[in-house]
């Protein structure tokens, strides 16, 4: 067997090295980033899991969202992005990762806080695509506040839920009518949604509130064939860690294999649970968090 194809140990296959401390402003850039994250650009290989489908990526842009985006054009999906207008060039290098793929790439400017924009969203993907056939609610916000609930300002607080669950609600409810058949939702949780850290109270409440969310819209759209799950990722190597987070050096070190993701690590997932392959799974949270038991 070519080593290429051996079975890779998963504490070894990236490597964590000793992060250095390191600051951005939100969003974060992955540019500056050290170790510049994985987003499979040298290691995602397609087998056409989703050839011709029509996918909404919420932040897209970068982080998570960029991989998974990057892995459904390899598997045959067009893919629509969102990122916010500090973003930009975030999402023109994952817009020339997926037309590299050979697939159609449209980057939206849009902020899902707002109801009028998620709407906008939904009629630009059907006006590009005709339908939806995958849509991924990954946009989030959050902001570690170490010094308690009282640090939390009404303003953050705000914008973490109608970031992390306004949003996520408008376009599942603006979707539906466009989604076929056969269609899936995949929405990014947390393990914070059951191991919450209190320096992130707030984040953490709407990923709780996400597994809810999940597992009552998939019962009711069982019926019209739309499958719903969710992912729940542990700590990931993404730009928001850097520009949310106030010390990178011990990123990860938590999780039973040591270390943080790599997005590139997460997309099969969203692969997975949006193919034929999962047809008999809706309701599910899927966990991906390092070893870290989730129920």
Not at 18 to 35: K, L, N, S, V, W
Not at 89 to 112: F, H, K, M, N
Not at 170 to 178: G, M, Q, R, V
Request: include cysteine; charged fraction near 20%.
């Amino acid at each position: 067997m070519p080593d290429a194809e051996r079975p890779q140990d998963p504490t070894q296959l990236h490597p964590r090295p000793e992060f250095p401390q390191q600051e951005q402003e939100h969003p974060g850039r992955t540019g500056p980033m050290d170790p510049p994250p994985d987003h499979g650009e040298d290691s995602y290989r397609g087998h056409e899991l989703l050839l011709d489908r029509k996918a909404v990526v919420t932040g897209g842009d970068s982080g998570i969202g960029r991989a998974v985006a990057l892995a459904f054009a390899r598997e045959g999906a067009d893919v629509l992005l969102t990122f916010l207008p500090e973003e930009e060039s975030e999402a023109e290098e994952t817009a020339r990762l997926v037309e590299q793929a050979g697939r159609r790439a449209v980057p939206v400017e849009c902020d899902i806080r707002e109801e009028g924009a998620c709407l906008a969203l939904v009629e630009r993907a059907v006006s590009e695509f005709g339908r939806i056939d995958v849509l991924v609610n990954n946009a989030a916000y959050q902001m570690s506040q170490p010094d308690g609930i009282a640090a939390i300002s009404t303003a953050q607080f705000d914008r973490v839920v109608r970031t992390n669950l306004y949003g996520m609600f408008w376009l599942c409810k603006a979707a539906l009518p466009h989604i076929p058949s056969g269609g899936s939702i995949i929405n990014t949780t947390s393990v914070q949604a059951y191991k919450p850290s209190p320096h992130l109270l707030d984040y953490a409440m709407t990923k709780g509130a996400i597994v809810t969310f999940t597992q009552g819209l998939a019962q009711m759209l069982a019926s019209d064939g739309i499958r719903v799950n969710a992912v729940a990722p542990g700590p990931v190597w993404t730009p928001l860690i850097p520009a949310t987070m106030p010390d990178t050096t011990e990123f990860g070190k938590q999780s039973p294999l040591g270390r943080p993701a790599q997005p590139a690590e997460m997309a099969p997932a969203y692969v997975f649970l949006a193919s034929s392959n999962a047809s008999f799974i809706t309701g599910e949270i899927m966990n991906a968090t390092g070893g870290t038991p989730l129920p």
